[in-house]
């Protein structure tokens, strides 16, 4: 069964530091671009972060460009999103998501696959 899942969420103080994990299991990954998302209360799912199968290639939104950082490690079967300099603003749940030999995007509905999200609370 393909499952993808996430871990790492918490609650930091601004300006601190997390470090999102996406693990799969039952499918390899390495042909899979992965996306990282969040959602607030209230507000609709956006997109953070991509990064291709390979690894050579990778997309921010605006709004964290500069402080987050999306990398891989195929042979862990696992994907992770360095968030640095929070902000309350980012407080969400975040979502890892797969897409199989796809460009890296961040528009939700590309997406085939997803966890089942982890929160992160930045708030003093």
């Known amino acids: 069964q393909l499952q993808l899942v996430e871990s790492g969420g918490g609650l930091v103080q601004p300006g601190g530091s997390l470090r999102l994990s996406c693990a799969a299991s039952?499918?390899?990954?390495?042909?899979?671009?992965i996306g990282w998302f969040r959602q607030a209360p209230g507000k609709e799912r956006e997109g953070v972060s991509c990064?291709?199968?390979?690894?050579?290639?990778?997309n921010y939104a605006d709004s964290v460009k500069g402080r987050f950082t999306v990398s891989r490690d195929n042979a862990k079967n696992t994907v992770y999103l360095q968030m640095n300099s929070l902000k309350p603003e980012d407080t969400a749940v975040y979502y890892c998501?797969?897409?199989?030999?796809?460009?890296?995007?961040?528009?939700?509905?590309?997406?085939?696959?997803w966890g089942q999200g982890t929160q992160v609370t930045v708030s003093s």
């Open positions: 998501a797969a897409v199989e030999f796809r460009l890296c995007v961040l528009w939700p509905y590309e997406y085939d696959y």
């Open positions: 990064i291709s199968s390979s690894g050579g290639a990778t």
């Open positions: 039952g499918f390899t990954l390495a042909s899979y671009t």
